[in-house]
Nanobody, 122 residues
Framework: QVQLVESEGGLVQAGGSLRLSCEAS????????MGWFRQAPGKEREFVAS????????YYADSVKGRFTISRDNAKNTVYLQMKSLKPEDTAVYYC???????????????WGQGTQVTVSS
């Protein structure tokens, strides 16, 4: 069982930056691919970014490519999502997730964090 605890999100102006972090319990963090997802009001949850267990491979949704960066520190059991050039349409609850497979993917996640609110004002 893996427990995921996300950092607090926040309120930021359009064009601003914010970094989310997510700490995982357990001793085999590098064996899990990690992902970030988000859900805006009235919309389905969508994939944002993923990273392989080694950190070598990353994938991004087209909507965030070039603005968001996912990274991980396996020594700290933590995954990060650096968000830049934020837009009002990035407003959502952001979730981190862990997948019992080190290969990066947009689907097949087994464990989820509680979610953290990110609000981008125009």
């Amino acid at each position: 069982q893996v427990q995921l605890v996300e950092s607090e999100g926040g309120l930021v102006q359009a064009g601003g930056s914010l970094r989310l972090s997510c700490e995982a319990s357990g001793r085999t963090f590098s064996s899990y691919a990690m992902g970030w997802f988000r859900q805006a009001p009235g919309k389905e949850r969508e994939f944002v970014a993923s990273i392989s267990g080694s950190g070598r491979y990353t994938y991004y949704a087209d909507s965030v490519k070039g603005r968001f960066t996912i990274s991980r520190d396996n020594a700290k059991n933590t995954v990060y999502l650096q968000m830049k050039s934020l837009k009002p349409e990035d407003t959502a609850v952001y979730y981190c997730a862990a997948r019992r497979d080190p290969s990066s993917s947009q689907t097949g996640y087994d464990y989820w964090g509680q979610g953290t609110q990110v609000t981008v004002s125009s």
